[in-house]
């Protein structure tokens, strides 16, 4: 990986403005900006720490079944592992499920192996949902409505964009 891949990834901290939980008020904590910005930063590194697990995700991703399942697949263990790692309240499960997702739609988008678009994306977080919704208690149609929600959005794409271009 070139040194400017590495570096981004590990500055991902500093540039990134902070994932936003939603609670009642529709805005994060500090403290909850705080935690999400080490689940992301966690992922970030889990996914570009190295050329051996950019390629090892990439090949996860072209194993030759469908993208989104395969997406799926990914984000889910992925999310497990920060999770372990974090002890992350549930309600930072879906959140964290859905930045991973992006970034790793426009992973496999940037590599070639699939054309990014709204059907991929929600096939992607339905696929994620599912698997993480038998460890947790998470309601696979959230993702998805998550997903369509307009004023998520730009939420979406923004943290999915965080990491564009670094695969």
């Not at 936003?20 to 994060?28: H, I, S, W």
């Not at 993208?67 to 309240?89: F, N, R, T, W, Y």
Request: no cysteine.
């Amino acid at each position: 990986m070139d040194k400017g891949l590495l570096s981004q990834a590990g500055e991902t901290e500093q540039q990134t403005e902070q994932a936003q939980l939603p609670n009642d008020a529709g805005t994060a904590s500090p403290e909850e900006e705080q935690i999400m910005d080490q689940a992301l930063a966690e992922v970030g590194n889990m996914i570009y720490q190295s050329d051996e697990a950019n390629a090892s995700i990439l090949e996860m991703l072209n194993s030759g079944g469908e993208v989104p399942v395969a997406v799926g697949m990914v984000v889910s263990q992925i999310v497990e592992v920060v999770d372990k790692k974090m002890d992350l309240p549930e309600d930072f499960i879906l959140p964290l499920a859905e930045a991973t997702t992006m970034m790793l739609v426009e992973m496999a988008d940037t590599a070639g192996i699939v054309e990014t678009n709204d059907d991929v994306i929600e096939q992607s977080l339905m696929a994620a949902a599912k698997n993480l919704a038998q460890d947790y208690d998470l309601d696979p149609a959230a993702l998805q409505s998550a997903a369509a929600d307009p004023e998520l959005a730009p939420e979406i794409d923004r943290v999915g964009g965080m990491y564009a271009g670094q695969s």
